[in-house]
């Protein structure tokens, strides 16, 4: 069998044996080429005759194909290539400020809505980094796990005692879990040093996924509560409606929420750290700058506020790349004035 590539006047023995109804087989062997390459350029080359309403195998089609996939295979990679450095400096300023390829491939429409040169997948952004030739630049370290294998972690136990006036998230509207009104949050602490024993308290808005994170200096119940009047009680009522916390010891003390704010807290299952995926999920994003085992003794307020708004200033894709600061202060203002039934 041949090694050669397919030349012009095989794909014209091709066409005209195939118009005979010769089969795959024997087009291979009268061309001395094995039957896998003649069915490959069969599926290639054929073109649809609207006059005889069927696909058929045109030889100049093939052709052409080939010609444009030899161009093709010369192009320098878009990253690589001198014209689009403005596009690459794109891409490494947002992988330095901590964005996912994906976050960065939604956002270039959004930024630059009608220069199509600035465009590029995430699977190319992630072939570039991994490229050899971006070995020494080590971009990779940019990305959320740093590794090519992903583990999951196990969460933080839950505390086993009775909640005072627990409500299960069973008894939630549904409006809460479909995501159609502003307002509703989900909570957690997050563990600092475990002998030092204290942590940072988050609140996420479920529509706009936008952090609120106030630093602890116990994990405690008295120190939970107190970081969510702080949080909330800014915002105005219609912005601020329920929250969904986990069982933990510091979550005894919701009830000040109902008194003070009028928020109604609802608890998840048991060890069903699913049923408040959002708080989960950002909370690894801000693992990503203290990680397990952080010591936030000398971890200031402004230094956590700080942290908070670079997570809140990149896009999201179930947004549609919109950023959750951008997100929230929209529905903000467009609820704004709005009065919220007892």
């Keep these: 069998m041949g090694a050669k590539k397919l030349t012009e006047e095989d794909r014209d023995e091709i066409a005209r044996l195939d118009s005979q109804g010769c089969r ?20 290639a080359g054929t073109w649809h005759d609207d006059s005889v309403h069927k696909k058929v195998y045109v030889a100049i089609h093939a052709q052409r194909l080939r010609k444009e996939r030899a161009k093709a295979s010369h192009k320098q990679p878009v990253l690589t290539n001198q014209k689009h450095a403005a596009l690459r400096a794109y891409v490494e300023q947002k992988l330095h400020e901590g964005f996912s390829p994906e976050q960065i ?5 959004k930024i630059y809505p009608d220069d199509l040169s600035m465009r590029i997948s995430y699977e190319t952004i992630y072939a570039w980094i991994y490229a050899p030739e971006q070995a020494l630049d080590k971009f990779w370290e940019y990305l959320p796990r740093k590794q090519k294998k992903r583990r999951k972690r196990p969460g933080r136990k839950v505390h086993r005692s009775h909640i005072p006036d627990r409500v299960s998230i069973h008894k939630r509207p549904k409006a809460v879990a479909k995501r159609k009104q502003f307002g509703h949050y989900e909570g957690d602490s997050v563990e600092g040093k475990r002998s030092v024993g204290d942590g ?15 630093k602890v200096k116990h994990i405690s119940s008295a ?22 916390l986990d069982n933990g010891k510091e979550n005894h003390e919701h009830v000040k929420l109902k008194h003070q704010l009028r928020m109604q807290a609802y608890f998840a299952d048991p060890y069903s750290s699913y049923q408040r995926g959002c708080n989960e999920n950002t909370n690894g994003l801000l693992r990503r700058y203290l990680p397990k085992q952080t010591d936030f003794t000398n971890l200031t307020q402004v230094e956590l506020d700080d942290i908070v708004e670079e997570i809140n200033n990149r896009p999201r894709k179930r947004l549609d790349f919109y950023t959750p600061n951008e997100v929230f202060s929209s529905k903000l203002n467009k609820l704004r004035g709005v009065r919220i039934r007892a």
């Design 105 to 109: 491939s939604g956002r270039l429409p």
């Design 200 to 214: 940072i308290h988050t609140e996420v808005e479920r529509v706009s996924g936008k952090l609120f994170a106030n």
């Design 24 to 43: 795959v087989r024997e087009i291979a062997r009268q061309l001395g080429r094995s039957p896998s390459t003649i069915s490959t350029e069969l599926k």
């Design 223 to 244: 120190d939970a509560v107190k970081a969510q009047l702080t949080m909330f009680t800014p915002l105005p009522p219609h912005a601020r409606r329920t929250t969904t």
